[in-house]
């Protein structure tokens, strides 16, 4: 089976194939015993024997190591799994605060933003006229005003882009 495990900014593939591992072009054989009661297990790699314990982190495919009295963070995942992640990574949205858009068609009767502010969630940004009451539009999230689209005594239609977040 393969395994690409990442240590820091290091990637290693690692290929378990019965009693041997391959690491790149190199194999050599390895043994992993349990130590009875105990979470330390004793793995040999060719002809030397270390003393290996290992905690699972809060996501999947992360774990923490101890090896003989050295601790390493990393993440091992299979083949499959590192799949998936790319494909989830690849499909996903855009990061960041949503960008204000027009929740109707209305009037804008004023911007109280402009390029550079910082906003903070639920702070106004836009206030709008629609059906002869005004609405004021609110961030969504934290964040700092990338664009502003909006201008005072503009008419928009729903979907319009107002206010540009990153």
């Known amino acids: 089976m393969k395994y690409f495990v990442k240590i820091g900014e ?4 690692v290929v378990l194939d019965g009693g041997s591992v391959h690491l790149g072009d190199e194999a050599t054989s390895a043994h992993l015993v349990e130590v009875e009661g105990s979470p330390v297990r004793l793995l040999t790699i060719g002809d030397r024997v270390h003393r290996v314990a290992v905690r699972r982190g809060a996501e999947k495919g992360r774990y923490t190591l101890s090896i003989d009295g050295w601790r390493f963070d990393l993440e091992a995942l299979d083949e499959r799994s590192r799949a998936i992640r790319a494909l989830s990574a690849a499909t996903a949205g855009p990061k960041g605060p ?15 933003v402009q390029p550079g502010d910082l ?23 934290a964040g700092t005003v990338k664009v502003v ?9 729903k979907g319009t882009v107002l206010v540009e977040m990153e």
């Open 10 to 13: 290091e990637e290693l593939e």
């Open 98 to 112: 949503a960008p204000l858009v027009a929740p109707m068609p209305g009037l804008i009767v004023r911007v109280n």
């Open 119 to 141: 906003v903070q969630a639920g702070q106004g940004l836009v206030v709008m006229e629609a059906m002869k009451m005004e609405n004021e539009l609110r961030a969504a999230a």
């Open 149 to 157: 689209r909006a201008s005072t005594g503009t008419a928009v239609e």
